[in-house]
């Protein structure tokens, strides 16, 4: 079992930069296909897939309207995944949640039934 605990969220103006991070235990992340992502969830609309990493080789993938503006990356030694955020947009608010995958394949799903473990949250919120 995988437990994700995540951290950073806050207020922020438009143009801003904020870095969340997400603490994982219970597994060792450099297993073969282990992969982590971000999901959002704004009010009343459905989660969503931000960007997500494949821990052992690195391999990265982006929700569109995110690209060149945030990062994903994972640390092997403090076990984190952090997902950089430049340049947000009031449109970029919602509570933000970790998660990993459970179906072993090195593949980055965008789905959340792909994912079995999940943060708590934290609450990004960008003012116009």
């Known amino acids: 079992q995988v437990q994700l605990v995540e951290s950073g969220g806050g207020l922020v103006q438009t143009g801003d930069s904020l870095r969340i991070s997400c603490v994982v235990s219970?597994?060792?992340?450099?297993?073969?296909?282990?992969?982590m992502s971000w999901f959002r969830q704004a009010p009343g609309k459905e989660r969503e897939f931000v960007a997500g990493?494949?821990?052992?080789?690195?391999?990265?993938n982006y929700k569109d309207s995110v690209k060149g503006r945030f990062t994903i990356s994972r640390d092997d030694v403090k076990n984190t995944v952090d997902l950089q955020m430049n340049s947000l947009k009031p449109e970029d608010t919602a509570v933000y949640y970790c998660?990993?995958?459970?179906?072993?394949?090195?593949?980055?799903?965008?789905?959340?039934?792909?994912?079995?473990?999940w943060g708590q949250g934290t609450q990004v919120t960008v003012s116009s």
């Open positions: 219970g597994r060792t992340p450099t297993s073969k296909n282990f992969i």
């Open positions: 998660a990993s995958d459970r179906r072993n394949l090195p593949i980055i799903g965008f789905a959340p039934s792909s994912y079995e473990n």
């Open positions: 990493i494949i821990w052992n080789t690195g391999t990265t």
